[in-house]
Each structure stands twice: as structure tokens, then as C-alpha cells.
């Protein structure tokens, strides 16, 4: 990715956009969003970052250990290491044998309308989510330049296999508006050099591995597709 510079009102950037903590009264780092666990190594140049205070930054970490070995495993149909499809996945189970455990518990085996066995796994959605937030709230400060504040309004993760044709087209629709999003901020660079952005609107973070756009619709509407197999929408009231 190509590194950008935010231009935009710097007095939205003077405290945790999780915990509300004012950065001079506790110990700041950046945080990559999209969690780096979920992206495959090499990275990407310049992946995006914000600052955030660092106990926030710690208690995130095992939720995304969690996340990514949960993908990791559904998209393996196996919590097992050495089947997995997902390097990252791969390395945290082989080194946590409990949350391997805890992953193989989560599976379920069901039969399908022809009576043949198929294997879901049940995710600790508590976690999932807060994941999920997490870099949502990140891309709407990397992009936008301005808090998500509050609870969301709307939380939704759904794997995109399960999509209706009509649901997947209306998720995979990103409108933008006409209105310009505030001056300096990267997603208004973005709109007009087209930095990173494909033509259908969706930001690539990794190519089949993380895509994804923020919209201001009266909301801030985050979505991202992980691993083109899971879908995600948060969305924020202005408050």
C-alpha cells in the first residue's frame, strides 16, 4: 500500500478511540489496521496505523489470536496445525494447544439435506466481534480522520457463502455518495488519485486476504471481506 498522509482536523486524534484515554496520560503505540495477524507475510508496504493507548492494544491480542485460528480452522474444515491453509493460523495453533481445544470443541458435525455429514464450527462470536470493532473503528480514524464514537448501531458478520445472490449484491455495492469527505482525509485522497482503491470502491489491503471501505451515509458504514469467505458491517451514528 502506498503510504498516505492525513490532513485532516488534528484535535480528533488527541485520545483512545477505544477506551476514551487522553494520549499524555497513558502510553500510546500504533495499532495496524487491519490486525496483522489476519494478513499473510510479506506484508503490505505502509500498512495503515493508529495510535491508541497500549492497554488497549494488549487486550485486543488474544481475541486476535483467537480470530485468526478460528478463520484459519473453518476455512481448513480442521483445527489441526498441520492442516491448515492459513500460515498465520497454522503458527497459533501449533503453539496453543489449548486454543486448539477450545477451536475443536467448537466443531460440529451436521447432517445436510442428503444426509451426508458436514462440518460447522460454532465461533465464540463475544470475541469475533470484538475484533471486528476493533479495526472498524481504526479505518473509520485512518480514512475518515474523525471517531467512531460509541457503540454501534449495527454489527454484522456473516460468511459469504451463506449470502443470498440478492444480499451478497447489495453488500459488494459501495456508494460513497456525492458528498466529499472532510478535507485532507485519506479516503477524500483516495476518491480522487484512486490510491489502492478498486474500481468497484473496495480498498485492497491484501489481495484475497483483506478488502475494505468506509462509507458516510449519515452513519460511518465499515465493511470488510476476509479471506473472500467472511463478511462484515459496523456501522456508528454520528453522534
Same mark, same amino acid.
Given at each position: 500500500?502506498?503510504?498516505?498522509?492525513?490532513?485532516? /482536523?488534528?484535535?480528533?486524534?488527541?485520545?483512545?478511540?477505544?477506551?476514551?484515554?487522553?494520549?499524555?496520560?497513558?502510553?500510546?503505540?500504533?495499532?495496524?489496521?487491519?490486525?496483522?495477524?489476519?494478513?499473510?507475510?510479506?506484508?503490505?508496504? /505502509?500498512?495503515?496505523?493508529?495510535?491508541?493507548?497500549?492497554?488497549?492494544?494488549?487486550? &485486543?491480542?488474544?481475541?486476535?489470536?483467537?480470530?485468526?485460528?478460528?478463520?484459519?480452522?473453518?476455512? @481448513?474444515?480442521?483445527?489441526?496445525?498441520?492442516?491448515?491453509?492459513? @500460515?498465520?493460523?497454522?503458527?497459533?495453533?501449533?503453539?496453543?494447544?489449548?486454543?486448539?481445544?477450545? $477451536?475443536?470443541?467448537?466443531?460440529?458435525?451436521?447432517?445436510?439435506?442428503? *444426509?451426508?455429514?458436514?462440518?460447522?464450527?460454532?465461533?465464540?462470536?463475544?470475541?469475533?466481534?470484538?475484533?471486528?470493532?476493533?479495526? @472498524?473503528?481504526?479505518?473509520?480514524? &485512518?480514512?475518515?480522520?474523525?471517531?467512531?464514537?460509541?457503540?454501534?448501531?449495527?454489527?454484522?458478520?456473516?460468511?459469504?457463502?451463506?449470502?443470498?445472490? /440478492?444480499?451478497?449484491?447489495?453488500?459488494?455495492? $459501495?456508494?460513497? *455518495?456525492?458528498?466529499?469527505?472532510?478535507?485532507?482525509?485519506?479516503?477524500?485522497?483516495?476518491?480522487?488519485?484512486?490510491?489502492?482503491?478498486?474500481?468497484?470502491?473496495?480498498?485492497?489491503?491484501?489481495?484475497?486476504?483483506?478488502?475494505?471501505?468506509?462509507?458516510?451515509? *449519515?452513519?460511518?458504514?465499515?465493511?470488510?471481506?476476509?479471506?473472500?469467505?467472511? @463478511?462484515?458491517?459496523?456501522?456508528?451514528?454520528?453522534?
Amino acid at each position: 500500500m502506498k503510504q498516505m498522509r492525513d490532513y485532516a /482536523d488534528e484535535r480528533h486524534k488527541g485520545w483512545c478511540i477505544h477506551c476514551k484515554a487522553v494520549f499524555g496520560s497513558v502510553e500510546s503505540n500504533l495499532d495496524h489496521v487491519p490486525s496483522k495477524t489476519i494478513l499473510d507475510r510479506p506484508f503490505p508496504n /505502509d500498512l495503515p496505523t493508529v495510535r491508541i493507548c497500549k492497554s488497549c492494544n494488549t487486550s &485486543f491480542s488474544n481475541d486476535e489470536e483467537y480470530f485468526t485460528a478460528f478463520l484459519g480452522s473453518v476455512l @481448513a474444515g480442521s483445527a489441526d496445525p498441520d492442516q491448515q491453509v492459513v @500460515a498465520r493460523s497454522e503458527k497459533i495453533l501449533d503453539s496453543n494447544y489449548r486454543l486448539q481445544d477450545e $477451536i475443536e470443541s467448537q466443531l460440529q458435525i451436521v447432517k445436510d439435506a442428503d *444426509g451426508n455429514d458436514q462440518i460447522t464450527f460454532v465461533p465464540d462470536m463475544v470475541r469475533i466481534q470484538n475484533v471486528v470493532v476493533k479495526n @472498524a473503528r481504526g479505518h473509520v480514524l &485512518f480514512e475518515h480522520g474523525q471517531p467512531a464514537e460509541g457503540e454501534p448501531a449495527r454489527v454484522a458478520i456473516q460468511p459469504i457463502p451463506t449470502l443470498s445472490p /440478492d444480499m451478497l449484491a447489495d453488500f459488494e455495492t $459501495i456508494d460513497y *455518495g456525492a458528498g466529499w469527505p472532510e478535507v485532507g482525509s485519506r479516503l477524500m485522497q483516495r476518491l480522487v488519485s484512486g490510491e489502492d482503491m478498486r474500481p468497484d470502491g473496495w480498498v485492497v489491503v491484501q489481495p484475497n486476504v483483506y478488502r475494505f471501505a468506509v462509507m458516510d451515509q *449519515g452513519q460511518f458504514i465499515v465493511r470488510t471481506v476476509i479471506r473472500e469467505y467472511l @463478511a462484515t458491517e459496523v456501522a456508528w451514528d454520528h453522534i
